[in-house]
């Protein structure tokens, strides 16, 4: 039961990164679209970011008590109960990926608006940087193994999960908290 236990808080934790993930893409995409919004809409944050999760994981402990309730529930024979929680993370991570190409199109607008000053290489220096900062911010690394299945591609995929996946945090903390003044 310890071990069960273990691995339901491992896959709500696993499910709420991504969802916490999709809730910044979110609020950014918000900022930029909804200039002068007053409300913040900080409730519906924290119900995407771990309701979800909640829902799911919710659905799947009931479908592995149900379906296969074999060992520790670390191992997958029936597709079922797997896919109870991986379609929502494609989900998270398709959604967040659309958001990401919509805030890359808003900014390539805002650069070639005649406000800003500066020639295009130096438009297009600030797009490249942009999105280089956007892309640990919203976990677009995900995408590239997401819809692959995970016997195929395995081996690349640890490889890669390893070496952008696990510095993700880090990265987004030294960009967005301690190299930003205002905080």
Not at 10 to 17: I, K, L, P
Not at 83 to 86: D, M, N, Q, S
Not at 141 to 146: G, L, N, P, Q, R
Not at 154 to 167: A, D, H, Q
């Given at each position: 039961v310890g071990c069960k236990a273990i691995l339901v808080f491992?896959?709500?934790?696993?499910?709420?990164?991504f969802y916490w993930l999709?809730?910044?893409?979110?609020y950014l995409h918000i900022l930029l679209v909804l200039i002068f919004s007053p409300n913040r809409h900080f409730t519906i944050y924290l119900l995407i970011g771990w309701g979800i999760p909640t829902i799911f994981i919710i659905t799947w402990t009931v479908t592995r008590i149900i379906l296969e309730d074999t060992g520790c529930w670390d191992t997958n024979e029936h597709g079922g109960p797997w896919?109870?929680?991986?379609i929502p993370i494609l989900i998270s991570i398709i959604v967040n990926f659309i958001l990401f190409i919509s805030i890359i199109r808003i900014l390539l607008q805002k650069l070639r608006s005649p406000d800003v000053g500066g020639n295009d290489q130096s438009q297009y220096k600030r797009l490249a940087k942009s999105t280089l900062l956007l892309i640990p911010l919203f976990g677009v690394?995900?995408?590239?193994?997401?819809l692959f299945p995970d016997q195929s591609s395995?081996?690349?995929?640890?490889?890669?999960?390893?070496?952008?996946?696990?510095?993700q945090g880090l990265i987004v903390a030294v960009l967005y908290c301690f190299l930003n003044s205002e905080v």
């Open positions: 491992f896959q709500y934790g696993v499910m709420a990164n999709l809730v910044e893409g979110l896919w109870v929680i991986r690394h995900y995408t590239v193994f997401a395995n081996t690349y995929k640890i490889i890669f999960e390893l070496c952008l996946g696990s510095f």
